[in-house]
């Protein structure tokens, strides 16, 4: 199965710093039909976990712009550029390139 | 809107069995692959089976494999994830999710299966 290794597991940040999740993965993430299948998950506390970020770097609707997702092949990150309040919560990245789809650990994000 | 309610958690002794459900609405349910995803307490996501719009693939990760089996009606906007042989482990909340998985969509709130003696 595909490993995927997210750091920091813990992220304390001030309000209004940018803050960055690093996640890595045991394979290339290229699928055969030219696309990168990692997404990046929200999960507030207590709610289900809620999709920021498809396909690498495609921000799904209602997301604010503060969030974004870069990388290529293995190596992939999401950024939030001002950290708010309402950001406090568990990070996953997924990938969906190799079956079993499978899930990094999480960051946990609190504000400092 | 879309909105996605799971029912039919609860406890269960190991070796039992259980039926959680999915009831879909504000989509074209038909038209889409579905998920379970599964989260135990205090842990990860897992994703655990998919089906294919008609049904006709369906896949499960190793460890669900032979004693879970998922399941749509497509003319009740309903999908199904029959667990039989449970284990502790299976313990979790249990998600549908829109989508085949490459890039799950949208969740519902989630139900609790607890397995314990």
Redesign the interface.
């Known amino acids: 199965d595909v490993v995927m290794t997210q750091s920091p597991l813990s992220l304390p940040v001030t309000l209004g710093q940018p803050a960055s999740i690093s996640c890595r993965s045991s394979q290339s993430l290229i699928y055969s039909d030219g696309n990168t299948y990692l997404n990046w998950f929200q999960q507030r506390p207590g709610q289900s976990p809620r999709r920021l970020i498809y396909k690498v770097s495609n921000r799904d609707s209602g997301v604010p712009d503060r969030f974004s997702g870069s990388g290529s092949g293995t190596d992939f990150t999401l950024t939030i550029s001002r950290v708010e309040a309402e950001d406090v919560g568990v990070y996953y990245c997924m990938q969906g390139t190799h079956w079993p789809f499978t899930f990094g650990r999480g960051t946990k994000l609190e504000i400092k | 809107e879309v909105q996605l309610v799971e029912s039919g958690g609860g406890l269960v002794q190991p070796g039992g069995s259980l039926r959680v459900s999915c009831a879909v609405s504000g989509f074209s349910f038909s038209s889409y692959w579905m998920t379970w995803?599964r989260q135990a307490p205090g842990k990860?996501?897992?994703?655990v089976a998919n089906i294919k719009e008609d049904g006709s693939e369906k896949?499960y990760?190793?460890s669900v494999k032979g004693r879970f089996t998922i399941s749509r009606d497509n003319a009740k906007n309903s999908l199904y994830l029959q667990m039989n042989s449970l284990r502790v482990e299976d313990t979790a909340v249990y998600?549908c999710v829109t989508g085949?998985?490459?890039?799950?969509?949208?969740?519902?709130?989630?139900t609790t299966v607890t397995v314990s003696s």
Do not use: A, H, K, N
Not at chain 2, 44 to 47: Q, R
Not at chain 2, 100 to 110: A, E
């Open positions: 995803v990860g996501l897992e994703l896949y990760v190793d998600y085949s998985g490459r890039s799950p969509g949208i969740w519902g709130q989630g």
